[in-house]
């Protein structure tokens, strides 16, 4: 294996473009060799240095890759991770991971066989309010936890055109897509539910997918909602906190994204730092003493993803993103669809 590990990207479109060239291309152990480009030609206008493929098989056919991306659309995960692994290369995949847990098992299966690393790109375990959310949690500030509620909002009162996301016959989704980061954050925090329960909607005028989720997952000591919808034009809190001490309260959203979107090099000076005005509100008792105030965001860190992807690979131990734990993802929005339909919560067979 190289000093740095030799990378391919299999799609140049926005996760391509916005997140893994970006990282990889600054991170010190990975080398991004080559990107796949079917039909235009940005990315050697971006990354001069970096090869451009016009075809998936191209990645699959370079015996210097080490890792490929699959970053193509959601519905060409399963075969295209597959090819990667039997083509003896190691697999991040983007989320959602699968779209059937039979297929998440077959490709766990089959990467456990070839000994190779799987991962999926839940990058959002790196977010700022996240991070803070979850230390605030550990720490018990606000007592035993009683309630958590968090919100992925957007406003697009419209049907994009000509894209795969917006039809229907390609299984995609709002729950599969923000709904999976959403669901991601809540297993880490709190493990697999018991059971979940559903209401899933597409509001949007001649919407073709679901554009509005909100799911309750049951746990014994804990209420958790996850919500999301693409007609809010006035955000909510991001995250609502409820304890037997006190209430956490966080709006605003990690700045990285929008920091990726504008070119702005990753881990460069205060990346992933947020505003002061955009830090939670911490109204609890600690040590017997009230508190109110502000809670600075610890900063976000995308390219700690790659960092651990680098680690397993290199040292073979578990990456902190499991393909088992993402294949968990896939266990909640089945369970959701099917308690959508259903109009009643489905348990969870442990």
Known sequence: MSQKIITGISSFGMSGKV?????????????????VERSKNEVKSIYPDIKRAGTFEELLKDEEIELIVINTPDHTHFEFALKALDAGKNVV???????????????INFADKKNLLLSVFHNRRWDGDFLT??????????????????????FRNYIQPNTWKEMPENGTGTLYNLGSHMIDQALTLFGMPEAVQADIRILRTDGKIDDCYELKLYYRDIKVALKGSYLVREPGPRYLLNGTN????????????????????????AWGTEPNANWGILNTELNGLHYTGKVETIPGNYLA????????????????????????????IEAAIESNKSKRAIELTK
């Open 133 to 154: 959310v979850k230390k605030i949690i550990e720490n018990k500030l606000l007592g035993r936890l009683v309630e958590f509620e968090s919100h992925y909002d957007r």
């Open 305 to 332: 993803f790659y960092d651990d992807i680098f680690k397993a690979i290199t040292i073979k131990t578990s990456p902190y993103v499991t393909a088992f734990e993402a294949l968990n993802v896939i266990r909640i």
């Open 19 to 35: 997140f893994h060239a970006p990282l990889l291309s600054v991170h010190p152990n990975f080398q991004l060799k080559t990107v």
């Open 93 to 107: 995949v983007e989320k959602p991971f699968t779209q059937s847990i039979s297929e998440g098992e077959k490709l």
């Open 246 to 269: 006190g209430s956490f309260l966080k709006y605003g959203i990690d700045p990285q994204e929008d920091a990726l979107k504008g070119s702005v090099i990753p881990g460069s000076t």
